[in-house]
């Protein structure tokens, strides 16, 4: 059973960090090309950051040069660490793993106060 569990969500002031966890079982986690989303009230999910399986990363706009992704294959974990933050960052927060199928996490609420 593939497992995808988020957690490091919560209050914070605008220009404040955050590192979000999200801990993979029942997958070949290093085979998987992972990701974090995020999704505001009343908007589509889009795409934060992803690393590709080769490595390749990618970033949002929005977001690049204060977010950075990162895995830990051998802990079969995904991170995200948020500096600068500020309240349009204000979503769920949703991790991803993708390979053939495609797995999510259940989220975590980071709200960033101004």
């Known amino acids: 059973q593939v497992q995808l569990v988020e957690s490091g969500g919560g209050l914070v002031q605008a220009g404040g960090s955050l590192k979000l966890s999200c801990a993979t079982s029942?997958?070949?986690?290093?085979?998987?090309?992972i990701g974090w989303y995020r999704q505001a009230p009343g908007n589509q999910r889009e795409l934060v950051a992803s690393?590709?399986?080769?490595?390749?990363?990618v970033y949002a706009d929005s977001v690049k040069g204060r977010f950075t992704i990162s895995r830990v294959n051998a802990k079969n974990t995904i991170y995200l660490q948020m500096n600068s933050l500020r309240p349009e960052d204000t979503a769920v927060y949703y991790c991803?793993?993708?390979?053939?199928?495609?797995?999510w996490g259940q989220g975590t609420q980071v709200t960033v106060s101004s």
């Open positions: 690393i590709r399986n080769g490595g390749t990363t």
């Open positions: 029942g997958i070949f986690f290093s085979m998987y090309d």
């Open positions: 991803n793993v993708k390979r053939i199928n495609s797995y």
